[in-house]
C-alpha cells in the first residue's frame, strides 16, 4: 500500500512566523501535491511537484512556498503565517500516469494564532 | 470551465437503507473520475475510479458508481448503509497529463453522510 506521511496532525503557530510542514511518500511517485481543505470549499492546490526540484503554483499559491530536494519528501512552507492560513493541509502523490489516484496523508491541522 | 458539483451538502439515511450520492462534472475531454472518502480527522481514501470500460465500477466498503456520459454523472452508491459509513465523501475529476505527467484533479465540495441507528 501507498503510504503518504505527514510529520505532524496538529499544529498551533503565532502569527509572523516561518512553518514547514512536512511530507514524505514511500512509493518512488513522481508527482507531490499539497492541497488545503476548508469547510465548504473543498479541496484546493496549493502546489505540486512532478520532479525533483520542480514545481508549479497551483490554485492558491499565495503566502506558500515549496521545497523538494528529494523525490520522496515535499515540503510546504509558509513564509510569515497569517491567521488566515489556519486550515487543514493535506499532502498527497501519484505515479507519472495520468489515469492513477492521487493518494493522500492523514492531514496536518495548522492553527496560526 | 471545469468543474465538479456535489449537489448534497449534507445527507442522513438510516443504518441498512440504500445510498445515492450525487456527482455531476463539467470536462471538455474524456475524464477520469473518483470517489474519495474521508473520516473526522482523517487524509482521503480512494473508495473507486473509473478511467473506461465498463460504466459500472466496483469499489472499497461494498460502495459502486455508474459514469453517466449523457449526464454527465458519476454518482456513487451503497446497497445497505453501516454506522461506519458515516463520513464525507468527495467526487474528482481528472484527464489528459499536463505539464511533466501531473494529472491535475478537480475537488468537488463534498457530502457530508450521517447514519441513524
Known amino acids: 500500500d501507498v503510504k503518504v506521511t505527514q510529520s505532524s496532525r496538529y499544529l498551533v503557530k503565532r502569527t509572523g512566523e516561518k512553518v514547514f510542514l512536512e511530507c514524505v511518500q514511500d512509493m518512488d511517485h513522481e508527482n507531490m501535491f499539497w492541497y488545503r481543505q476548508d469547510p465548504g470549499l473543498g479541496l484546493r492546490l496549493i502546489y505540486f511537484s512532478y520532479d525533483v526540484k520542480m514545481k508549479e503554483k497551483g490554485d492558491i499559491p499565495e503566502g506558500y512556498s515549496v521545497s523538494r530536494e528529494k523525490k520522496e519528501r515535499f515540503s510546504l512552507i509558509l513564509e510569515s503565517a497569517s491567521t488566515n492560513q489556519t486550515s487543514m493541509y493535506l499532502c498527497a502523490s501519484s505515479s507519472g500516469f495520468s489515469n492513477q489516484p492521487q493518494h493522500f496523508g492523514d492531514g496536518t491541522r495548522l492553527s496560526i494564532l | 470551465a471545469q468543474s465538479v458539483t456535489q449537489p448534497d451538502i449534507h445527507i442522513t439515511v438510516s443504518e441498512g437503507a440504500s445510498l445515492e450520492l450525487r456527482c455531476n462534472y463539467s470536462y471538455g475531454a474524456t475524464p477520469y473520475l473518483f470517489w474519495y472518502v474521508q473520516s473526522p480527522g482523517q487524509g482521503l481514501q480512494l473508495l473507486l475510479k473509473?478511467?473506461?470500460?465498463?460504466?459500472l465500477v466496483q469499489g472499497i466498503k461494498g460502495f459502486e458508481a455508474e459514469f453517466k456520459r449523457s449526464q454527465s454523472s458519476f454518482n456513487l452508491r451503497k446497497p445497505s448503509v453501516h454506522w461506519s459509513d458515516a463520513a464525507e465523501y468527495f467526487c474528482a475529476v481528472g484527464g489528459r497529463k499536463i505539464s511533466g505527467g501531473y494529472n491535475k484533479l478537480i475537488f468537488g465540495a463534498g457530502t457530508r453522510l450521517a447514519v441513524h441507528p
Open positions: 473509473y478511467f473506461s470500460g465498463d460504466t
